[in-house]
């Protein structure tokens, strides 16, 4: 197993705040990039979160990042497992409630844009500090991702139109209406924010400040819901 020190998304927001635009963009592109192998081979990662999202210094690159946590990839068909634990209980939806596709939460089938519409929470969140909707329960959310539209990331924080509505788009709730795949996702975070906005200085600067440290263990925010179960029961 990789020893790696730096932080997850989680924690980096947590602890600092809200990312900039460029730094977020720059995030988030390497994540389009992980996303985008993994699609082109099948892949379905199915638990996009910062959580997931591990950000850290590799060689001399800093604000490096790697997509953890594969333990819910789909692969043809999908087989129904908890990232709160092993569960293989028939009828279960899978995922992260905060980050969870809406053809998810009523059990569809999980696609490439699946993984986007979770990595558009992700960057509402880094954006923001915010959930897409916060301060609700795992059901409630479910709920709310298949069935409410989200307040416009720029109600919580200064974000410029083009990189919002970049956002926005990838939490369309028909997925057809989302970007058509991550390497489209990244040219537009590209397009929406200068690329010389956060630079490899800005990102040393930062890691030289921090004491180094091996990464946490990480954290355990996902949920398997048995819709079926009485009374919206949450499978553990």
Known sequence: MELLEGMDLQSMVKEHGPLPEARAVHLLVQVCHSLEEAHSVGLV???????????????RAYD????????LVKLEEAAPVSSDGPLTDAGTVVGTPGYM?????????????????????????VLTGRLVFEGR?????????AHEEPDPVSKWAPVGEALAAVVMRC???????RPSSAAALAAAL???????????????R??????????????SESAAVAPTAPRGRVAR
């Open 101 to 125: 596709a809406p053809e998810l939460t009523v059990g569809g089938e999980a696609t490439p844009r699946s993984d986007l519409y979770a990595l558009g929470c992700v960057a509402y969140f």
């Open 137 to 145: 329960g795992p059901l409630q959310q479910l709920f709310a991702h």
């Open 206 to 219: 930062f890691w030289a400040e921090r004491p180094s440290r091996a990464a946490a263990a990480p954290s």
């Open 171 to 177: 939490l369309a709730k028909d997925p057809s209406e």
């Open 64 to 71: 490096f990042v790697k997509v953890l946590d594969f333990g």
């Open 45 to 59: 990662h199915r638990d996009i979160k910062p959580a997931n999202l591990f950000v850290g210094k590799a060689g």
């Open 190 to 204: 590209r397009a929406a924010v200068p690329a010389d906005g956060w630079t490899d200085e800005d990102a040393r």
